[in-house]
């Protein structure tokens, strides 16, 4: 056998750019697999990741207008303190905060930006509560109490490179035209939101936003967590009540952090299918093209394919000949693409992880999957070269000589 | 006595091209001894080349029986004629047929690869070939390194891998200018002598001459004569 290999690399070194773009087939089907699957487990943690941080026993109300939008944009109805008591006057809620993030302009080093403004609620004990289910610690600095003003922590996110000076404790930014002292700066959390964000108390962060009687939204904590839908459906039904709206038809939206988990992973899984789908039909593609090389090849070498038979070369061993070519181009291949696919995956998360600052995007190397891939490709070429081994091997001698 | 290696009993071979019917070679007889030198003569297009492939057993004829070392190899499965084939004879060809992409010293294993041969022993064969054909030192370079001369030679030593009993050339030095024709074809005399059966196939009456010891006559597909040389001089026999 070795020496059939030795045989099919030598034709197939022969052939070199035509094999290399018979190759180039394989390679984007099995580089996109081993991509997608090696990014796709950290993809789904690092989004994950984003919600660890919630929990599924929380509710939040949001103004219809602003799911997954920044709060306050296109909503018509407000959120009010009438509806945080509302919600709070719902059997089955245990606790209920009001919750502000704006984006707001801030200078500093003559440097302007627009960063997350996030609010710390105002009670003490509302305070501890958010602190402590949000697992902020401060790594420089400390966290304020709930009665401070003029003070912001920050999210670790912010590096020396972001105002061109380091953001230190004890320094004075502008935020809105207003100045705040650094009290703290907050250990990475798993929120890149947390990570880029800045908190201050929500009584200065209603001052320079000019907030009156408005809500960004409510969370509300729901005492026992197989109650949350039922409670979801109640806090909906007093609201639509207040508000004297009809089903179907809310200006508000209650929702179950874990609820929006759900839809972005059958979104990913939808993105998956459309990769995966993509690498099917790119490796048919490539399997189309070992299969026509060898055709090509098999024209090419007839006469060759004759002197072997008259050399004594069974009709298996030509075969044997053609197929160890295909199912060495499907090999390669699958190494190739699984090398390039595992080089892609490291590219984007390390384009990822720059980008977005504070996110992971962890590769998993999986060897099952590179195994199987490399397998696949193997057997993929060993396929397509079928058709053209038995034509080859098939020729009759002497009008294979003679061409 | 001699033996015959190969032979042919009233042996055909029509093409059929449209309505008509080629007929390349028309009952031919021959028969091939163990040992001998034996020159297929003939101009292009008497069927020289028709009645090769059939000696060859590269072909089935159309009538007719053919009997390679005993066997008629109308009654032998693809895979035993090749076989049988791979063993019995070496084929040089008029263009060396060598297979670009391999090495002179793999050219001369490829024969052995189909015979299933150890590894070890091919090796030692194929040294010994590239000895044999003055090619030592040529072993790992490729066909288009070499000269028409040295390529026919390496094509030698691979006719030989199996040490058959027969060596079939096909126009050897069709494409040699006359001095390395010349060397080419006294590696065959040598083999010759040292009891290897010999079949040229030529259009050249005086290379027939010069070499062979029997010579078959081939005119519009059948053998016209055959002529036998004893000591110096020719003598026709009846077909």
Do not use: C
């Not at chain 1, 949350?228 to 806090?235: H, W």
């Amino acid at each position: 056998m070795y020496q059939y290999i030795r045989l099919a690399l030598s034709n197939l070194a022969h052939r070199g750019l035509r094999s290399l773009l018979t190759l180039v087939g394989i390679f984007i089907g099995i580089a996109a697999v081993v991509a997608l699957i090696s990014l796709g487990n950290g993809l789904q943690e690092a989004i994950t990741g984003q919600f660890a941080t919630l929990s599924a026993d929380r509710l939040v109300i949001q103004n219809a207008g602003d799911a997954f939008g920044p709060p306050g944009a296109g909503s018509i109805a407000k959120l009010t303190d009438h509806d945080k008591k509302i919600v709070a006057s719902t059997s089955g809620v245990s606790r209920v905060l009001s919750r502000y993030v704006r984006i707001g302009r801030m200078d500093f080093n003559k440097i302007a930006g627009f960063e997350f403004l996030s609010s710390f609620p105002s009670e003490q004990d509302d305070f501890d509560y958010f602190v402590e289910s949000f697992k902020l610690e401060a790594a420089e600095g400390k966290i304020p109490s709930a009665d401070e003003r003029g003070t912001i922590v920050i999210g670790s996110g912010f590096t020396e490179n972001t105002y061109g000076k380091p953001l230190k404790v004890g320094t004075s930014v502008t935020i809105q035209g207003k100045s705040f002292e650094i009290i703290g700066i907050l250990k990475e959390t798993g929120s890149f939101q947390f990570n880029t964000a800045i908190f201050m108390a929500e009584d200065d962060l209603k001052k320079i936003f000019n907030i009156e009687n408005e809500i960004d939204f409510i969370v509300a904590q729901v005492t026992d967590l197989k109650q949350v839908d039922n409670v979801a459906e109640a806090i909906k039904r007093a609201l639509r009540k207040d508000r004297n709206e009809k089903e179907g038809s809310e200006t508000f939206s209650v929702e179950s952090p874990l609820q929006a988990l759900s839809a972005i992973n059958t979104i990913l899984i939808g993105i998956n299918a459309v990769i995966a789908g993509i690498a099917a039909i790119s490796l048919m593609v490539g399997g189309v093209g070992v299969a026509n090389t060898m055709y090509t090849s098999v024209l090419e070498r007839t006469r060759e394919i004759g002197t072997m038979k008259a050399l004594g070369a069974h009709n298996r061993d030509i075969l044997k000949v053609f197929m160890t070519e295909s199912a060495l181009l499907g090999l390669v291949g699958g190494i190739g693409g699984a090398l390039i696919g595992l080089i892609l995956a490291f590219a984007v998360s390390g384009i990822a992880s720059h980008a977005l600052g504070g996110i992971t995007l962890a590769v998993t190397i999986s060897y099952p999957l590179i195994s199987a891939s490399i397998l696949f490709a193997f057997i993929l070429g060993l396929f397509a070269g079928t058709l053209p081994a038995i034509k080859a091997s098939k020729l009759n001698t002497v009008e294979a000589l003679r061409s | 006595m001699k033996h015959p290696v190969i032979t042919l009993k009233n042996v055909s071979k029509y093409y059929y091209m449209g309505d008509t019917t080629v007929k390349a070679v028309d009952g031919i007889s021959l028969s091939i001894d163990k040992g001998d030198f034996v020159a297929i003569m003939g101009p292009s297009g008497s069927g020289k080349s028709t009645a090769m492939n059939l000696t060859g057993s590269l072909d089935i004829p159309t009538a007719g029986h053919i009997y390679l070392d005993g066997h008629n190899i109308a009654h032998l499965e693809e895979s035993e004629l090749a076989q049988l084939r791979g063993k019995k004879i070496g084929f040089i060809f008029q263009s060396f047929n060598l297979i670009p992409n391999l090495t002179a010293k793999e050219n001369i294993k490829l024969p052995m690869l189909f015979q299933d041969q150890e590894e070890e022993e091919k090796e030692a064969q194929a040294e010994k070939l590239l000895a044999l054909v003055e090619l030592s030192d040529r072993g790992d370079h490729y066909p288009n390194q070499l000269s028409g001369g040295q390529q026919q030679r390496v094509a030698i030593a691979r006719s030989l891998a199996n040490d058959p009993e027969v060596i079939l050339a096909d126009e050897p030095t069709g494409n040699l200018d006359t001095k390395t024709g010349a060397k080419v074809m006294s590696f065959l005399e040598q083999l010759n002598q040292q009891g290897k059966t010999i079949i040229i196939i030529t259009h050249d009456p005086d290379k027939a001459l010069a070499h062979a010891r029997t010579i078959y006559w081939i005119k519009d597909g059948k053998v016209d004569k055959i002529t036998k040389k004893t000591g110096a001089s020719w003598k026709e026999i009846k077909s």
